[in-house]
C-alpha cells in the first residue's frame, strides 16, 4: 500500500494531444470553440476523481508554414483558459482547475486579481501554471520586437511572482467583520498595501479581492533547464516534467528536492507529476493499431511544423526527413525552450531521423507514452510511483473525449483496487487534493498591522 495515494491531472487540448486526433473520427472536431465540450471533459473528470484539470496557454498563434499550419489546429483558435475554467468551475463542486499564465506578457497586479477571483469563483479549486513563454511570436502581440532572453525572463517571473504572492495577502483571513450593527465592514489593521519597487515593476497595491480560499492558489510550474529548475524549487508546489525513463525521472525528483532543501522548503511541500499518454486497447496489438492509425494522418509538413518552435532560428525544409538533423544546425544556445533543444539533440545523437523524431513528438510532444491494456497502463504508473519516481502523473489523451473516458473507466478502477488512487474525494479544495499545506498570510502570521490611516 503507498504511503500517499497518487494525484492525477488531465491535461486537455482541445481534441486531444495527438497532432491529428482533430482528424479522428471520435474526436470533437470544433473542440476549440464548443463550450459543451469542455464541460463535458471536465464533468467525465470530476466522476472519476482527479485532482483537477490542466490548461496551457499561448498568446500567439503558430507561425510558420500555413500550408502545414492549416493541418494542425492546435493553438491556432481556442478559448482563454482563465475564462474557461471559470466557466467549467460552475457545472463541478470538486475537482480543481489549473490554467497557464505568462509572466512576459501580463501584469503581476492583473494576474493576482484574475487567480484570486477564480479561487472565489471555484471556491478554492485554482491553480496558476507560471510560465515565462517559449513562443517567439507572443513578443510582436506585446509591443516587442523579440522575446524576453531567457534569463532576464526568468529573472522577470522572480519578481513577478513575488509581488503576486504579496497581493494575495493584502487583506488578512478574517479582516471582513461584515457588522451591521456596529457599521464596521472591515478591519483596516487587517489591510497591507504591498508598496513594491523593483527592477520591472513597481506595485503598490493592495489588492482589491479579498484574500483567496486557499491563501494562495496553488503554483505550478514545468521548467526542466538549470534555471527552470532553480525556479521550481524555489516557487512551485506542482511541477510537470517530461521524462520518459523512470531513472531519468527519479533522479529529476531528487535534484528539485534537493535544490528545495537548500532554501529551506519541504519536499512535502511539492508534487512531481510527469506527464503521461496513455493509448489503451483490450490488448496490446489493438493499442498499437490506435496508435498506428494516428500517425497515419500526420504529413511530413505538419511534422517539420511540429519541430519549428524547439527550433526557430532553423529551417528544417532543407533537410532530408529520413535523416538526422545534421549537428551543424543544433546550436547549443536557443531563445526557446532548453529542455526541449536538449531532448532534440539526445534524439539526434542517438541517430533518430528527422521523421523518428517528429512521429515520437506527435503522439504527446514528447511526453512518456505506454501502449498497451489497462492493466500495462496501470501497472507502469505504479511501477513509476513505488520507485519513488512521481507524486502522480498529467494524463494527456491521445484524442478527446475517448482517450479520457478510456482511461477513466479503465485504469482508474486498477488504481483504485490497488490502493493507489481515491475511491472518493476527502476534501474540497486544490490544496486538500493534493495534501499541500493553505499558506498562512505573511503579515498576521508576523503579527504585523497595518497603522496607516491612508492607503
Known amino acids: 500500500m503507498p504511503e500517499r495515494k497518487l494525484s492525477l491531472g488531465a491535461f486537455f487540448h482541445p481534441t486531444g494531444h495527438h497532432v ?13 470553440t464548443n463550450i459543451d465540450h469542455y464541460i463535458d471533459l471536465a464533468q467525465r473528470a470530476e466522476v472519476a476523481h482527479f485532482d ?8 500567439a498563434v503558430r507561425h510558420g508554414n500555413l500550408a502545414a499550419l492549416s493541418r494542425w489546429p492546435q493553438y491556432m483558435a481556442y478559448f482563454e483558459p482563465t475564462t474557461l475554467i471559470a466557466a467549467m468551475s460552475t457545472v463541478t463542486s470538486r475537482i480543481g482547475f489549473v490554467a497557464t499564465a505568462t509572466t512576459s506578457y501580463n501584469e503581476p497586479y492583473n494576474i493576482a486579481r484574475r487567480y484570486a477571483s477564480l479561487d472565489h469563483i471555484s471556491k478554492g479549486r485554482v491553480g496558476w501554471n507560471v510560465v515565462t513563454s517559449s513562443n517567439q511570436d507572443e513578443a510582436r502581440n506585446f509591443s516587442r520586437s523579440a522575446h524576453f532572453d531567457h534569463s532576464e525572463r526568468y529573472r522577470r517571473a522572480t519578481e513577478f511572482i513575488e509581488i503576486v504572492k504579496g497581493l494575495w495577502d493584502s487583506w488578512e483571513d478574517d479582516a471582513f ?6 457599521g464596521l465592514y472591515f478591519d483596516p489593521a487587517k489591510l497591507h498595501p504591498l508598496d513594491h519597487s523593483g527592477d520591472d515593476f513597481k506595485v503598490r497595491g493592495p489588492l482589491n479581492v479579498a484574500r483567496p480560499p486557499q491563501g494562495h492558489p ?15 524549487a524555489a516557487f512551485a508546489e506542482v511541477i510537470f516534467t517530461s521524462q520518459t525513463k523512470l531513472d531519468e525521472a527519479t533522479a529529476f525528483r531528487s535534484d528539485l528536492h534537493e535544490r528545495a532543501a537548500r532554501i529551506g522548503r519541504s519536499p512535502g511541500e511539492i508534487r512531481i507529476m510527469p506527464g503521461f499518454n496513455p493509448i489503451i486497447g483490450d490488448t496490446v496489438e489493438e493499442a498499437h493499431e490506435k496508435r498506428d492509425y494516428l500517425q497515419s494522418l500526420i504529413s511530413p509538413e505538419l511534422g517539420l ?16 526527413v ?8 543544433l546550436r547549443e544556445t536557443t531563445n526557446a525552450s532548453k529542455s526541449d533543444l536538449k531532448r532534440l539533440v539526445e534524439q539526434t545523437e542517438a541517430g533518430m531521423t528527422i521523421r523518428q523524431i517528429y512521429m515520437q513528438y506527435a503522439g504527446a510532444r514528447g511526453q512518456n507514452t505506454v501502449i498497451g491494456t489497462a492493466q500495462d497502463v496501470a501497472d507502469h504508473m505504479i511501477r513509476w510511483a513505488d520507485a519513488g519516481a512521481v507524486d502522480g502523473f498529467l494524463i494527456q489523451p491521445a484524442h478527446l473525449p475517448v482517450g479520457l473516458s478510456e482511461f477513466a473507466n479503465r485504469v482508474v478502477p486498477l488504481l483504485q483496487e490497488r490502493g493507489y488512487f481515491r475511491s472518493e474525494y476527502e476534501g474540497s479544495t486544490l490544496r486538500e487534493h493534493l495534501g499541500l499545506p493553505r499558506p498562512a498570510n505573511r503579515y498576521a502570521s508576523r503579527g504585523i498591522r497595518n497603522t496607516s490611516d491612508t492607503i
Open 20 to 32: 491529428a486526433a482533430w482528424r479522428h473520427p471520435a474526436s470533437q472536431i470544433d473542440a476549440g
Open 52 to 59: 483537477f484539470v490542466f490548461l496551457a496557454d499561448a498568446l
Open 177 to 182: 467583520v461584515r457588522d451591521r450593527d456596529s
Open 218 to 232: 496553488v503554483i505550478v510550474q514545468a521548467g526542466s533547464s538549470d534555471t527552470g529548475r532553480d525556479f521550481a
Open 305 to 320: 511544423a511540429l519541430l519549428a518552435p524547439i527550433l526557430p532560428e532553423v529551417d528544417l525544409s532543407i533537410c532530408d
Open 322 to 329: 529520413d535523416r538526422p538533423i545534421p549537428m551543424s544546425l
